[in-house]
């Protein structure tokens, strides 16, 4: 079992930056391929980025592209979010995801479908 533990989110105004921070623990055997993912009140959970397990690739939703920046730390089976410029539009719970190296492709990285392990999410509202 592998457990997904989100932490960084909270309140901002408009243009602020946020840190999320994703950790994860217990029966892990390979490198993850990691993903973040949002939902919005009355809305369905929205691809935002991913990175591949060697940390080499990563792929971004349009509406962040400049704005966002996935990393990730291997050795600590760790991601990270940096969300800057954020906007109200940005408002919802992320959630973390992961998958095992080997169950990681790149056709369905964009897809809750394309994970294994989630995390319970944080909050992240934006103000206006």
């Known amino acids: 079992q592998v457990r997904l533990v989100e932490s960084g989110g909270g309140l901002v105004e408009t243009g602020g930056s946020l840190r999320l921070s994703c950790v994860a623990s217990?029966?892990?055997?390979?490198?993850?391929?990691w993903g973040w993912f949002r939902q919005g009140p009355g809305k369905e959970r929205e691809f935002v980025a991913t990175i591949s397990w060697s940390g080499l690739q990563t792929y971004y939703e349009d509406s962040v592209k400049g704005r966002f920046t996935i990393s990730s730390d291997t050795d600590e089976n760790t991601q990270y979010l940096q969300m800057d410029s954020l906007k109200p539009e940005d408002s919802g719970v992320y959630y973390c995801a992961a998958a095992p190296e080997a169950n990681y492709y790149f056709s369905k990285r964009t897809r809750p479908t394309g994970y294994t392990y989630w995390g319970q999410g944080t909050q992240v509202t934006v103000s206006s």
């Open positions: 217990g029966d892990i055997h390979s490198r993850l391929g």
